[in-house]
C-alpha cells in the first residue's frame, strides 16, 4: 500500500457473514436489497465486477451475466465466496483495492458496489477507479448508507445527535464508517463521469421493532412498495442508485483491447494473458502477482 492510499477497511478474518448476515437476523436486509438489485440490473450482460462482494452473499443475483468477477481486500472473504460458489471460469476472484483497481480500462460491461462505500474514506477516488474499470454505456449499481434518513433527521430535531442530516458532507460514525447526502453522492457520481438514471430507498422498516412485531414478508412487500419513491426523495437509511456511463468525452476510457484483461499495479502495462488461476508476470517491470488456490493477489506494490 502507498502512502498516500487511504486507509482501508479489512475484514480479513472475519466471520462478518455468519455474524452479521446469517445469525444476526438480517433476513429482511438481504431480501429488500435483492428486491432492489432485481429492479435495477440490466437484463443480461458478459462481465460483470462486483466490488466489495465480500463472501459472495449477492453474486448468485448476477446470474444474468456469463462472468462475475469477484473483488474484496479480503482473501478470507473471498475464500468464503470460492466455497460458496465454487471454481469455475464463471468467477474470478482477485484481492485488490478499490482505489487501485488492477483491470484494463473499459473493460467491464456493468459493475456493482453493494454496502461498501460506506467504508471509503476518499469515495470520489473511488469512483474514478470504477469508472475507469467501466465500458462506454455500462450500468454501475451503487448502494451507500445514507445520512438523510428519517431516523437522524428526528434525532437531530430533538438534539440526541450533534451531527446534521441536511450538510453535504459525510459523517463517520465510527473509523472507516461513513454515511453520505444522497445530493453528494450524486454529484461525485456526475464528476466521476456517470448519469444517474434512477434511484431506489431501500430498508425502509429496518428496526428492531418493526422486525419483532411483523412478519418479514409484510415488511419486504412494503419496502418494495416504498423504494419507488427514490426518485422523489431519499429518507431511507440504505439508499441504490442506477448509473450509467457516459461515453466520448476526452479522456474517457473505450473498450478495453482485445485480449487485454489484467494491468500491473507497478507500472501501468498490460500483463500477458495466462491460464485461469496462473500468477502473473509483467513483462515490462518484472513485477509478479500471485495466484493462490484460485484468488489473484493485487494487494501488495
Not at 478499490?98 to 484494463?104: G, Q
Not at 453528494?184 to 431501500?202: A, E, H, I, K, M
Not at 509483467?282 to 495466484?291: D, F, L
Request: hydrophobic share 40%.
Amino acid at each position: 500500500m502507498t502512502e498516500s492510499t487511504p486507509p482501508i477497511c479489512n475484514y480479513e478474518g472475519s466471520d462478518y457473514q455468519e455474524s452479521f448476515w446469517e445469525q444476526g437476523g438480517r433476513g429482511y436486509e438481504d431480501a429488500v436489497e435483492g428486491v432492489a438489485l432485481k429492479r435495477l440490473l440490466p437484463p443480461a450482460g458478459e462481465l460483470m465486477l462486483e466490488l466489495g462482494a465480500g463472501a459472495g452473499r449477492n453474486t448468485p443475483r448476477y446470474a444474468s451475466f456469463n462472468h462475475v468477477v469477484l473483488v474484496d481486500y479480503s482473501r478470507t472473504q473471498l475464500e468464503q465466496a470460492q466455497q460458496r460458489l465454487g471454481r469455475s471460469d464463471r468467477y474470478i476472484y482477485v484481492a485488490a483495492d478499490i482505489y487501485r483497481l488492477p483491470f484494463a480500462p473499459g473493460l467491464f460491461d456493468a459493475a456493482t458496489m453493494i454496502r461498501t462505500l460506506h467504508h471509503m474514506a476518499d469515495p470520489r477516488r473511488a469512483l474514478d477507479q470504477v469508472r475507469q474499470a467501466l465500458l462506454p454505456g455500462a450500468t454501475f449499481i451503487l448502494e451507500f448508507a445514507s445520512k438523510h434518513n428519517l431516523k437522524a433527521i428526528l434525532r437531530y430535531a430533538l438534539g440526541r445527535q450533534t451531527w446534521s442530516p441536511y450538510s453535504p458532507e459525510p459523517v463517520e460514525f465510527v473509523p472507516l464508517n461513513f454515511d453520505f447526502h444522497p445530493a453528494t453522492v450524486r454529484t461525485w457520481l456526475r464528476l466521476s463521469g456517470f448519469r444517474v438514471d434512477r434511484q431506489l430507498s431501500v430498508s425502509h422498516f429496518r428496526m428492531a421493532f418493526f422486525k419483532r412485531w411483523f412478519p418479514q414478508r409484510l415488511l419486504v412487500a412494503l419496502d418494495s412498495l416504498a423504494q419507488l419513491t427514490g426518485d422523489w426523495w431519499q429518507l431511507s437509511p440504505s439508499v441504490f442508485v442506477r448509473a450509467g456511463v457516459l461515453g466520448g468525452e476526452t479522456g474517457q476510457p473505450a473498450a478495453a483491447p482485445e485480449g487485454m484483461f489484467f494491468k500491473c499495479l507497478a507500472c501501468g502495462q498490460p500483463l500477458p494473458e495466462a491460464d485461469l488461476g496462473e500468477s502473473l508476470t509483467c513483462p515490462n517491470c518484472a513485477k509478479i502477482w500471485p495466484c493462490h488456490d484460485g484468488i489473484y493477489d493485487f494487494r501488495d506494490l
